[in-house]
């Protein structure tokens, strides 16, 4: 059997904080998920994404750490146009979260951002210029 590709996992030190900023960019996640230990959503595709409390991840590693030296890897939005990302950008940075790259018109033919979540982890927001 080959493996498939299924599942997307956050380690997150505040629950509820990391769900309302996932919720900003359109996921429908209920606030029950707020007070919980694991959270998931299924996302088109059926790709998923779930978010974990530190106190969750090492209650089966005790030996867990977080990654040093800022993230490794980022998590995309496609927006439906340009100004969709500026809105975007603007919208997460006015409601308090840390604005990283804010909205350029780049190179490869995007408009593109980069904001943080409340874990320091980036999500890029993007969506292709009108001309390329």
Do not use: K
Request: proline content about 10%; some cysteine; aromatic content about 10%.
């Amino acid at each position: 059997m080959t493996p498939s590709f299924d599942l997307i996992g956050l380690v997150v030190a505040d629950m509820a904080a990391s769900l309302a900023f996932y919720r900003r960019l359109g996921l429908d996640i209920p606030l029950s998920a707020d007070t919980e230990p694991h959270a998931e959503v299924t996302l088109d595709g059926g790709l998923r994404l779930a978010w974990d409390t530190v106190d969750t991840i090492r209650s089966f590693d005790p030996a867990w750490t977080p990654a040093a030296g800022g993230p490794r890897m980022s998590l995309a939005f496609r927006c439906d146009g340009p100004g969709e990302v500026d809105r975007l950008y603007a919208d997460l940075v006015e409601a308090g979260y840390p604005g990283h790259l804010p909205p350029w018109d780049a190179f490869w033919g995007q408009r593109y951002a980069v904001v943080h979540d409340p874990d320091g982890n980036g999500v890029d927001l993007f969506a292709p210029l009108p001309d390329a």
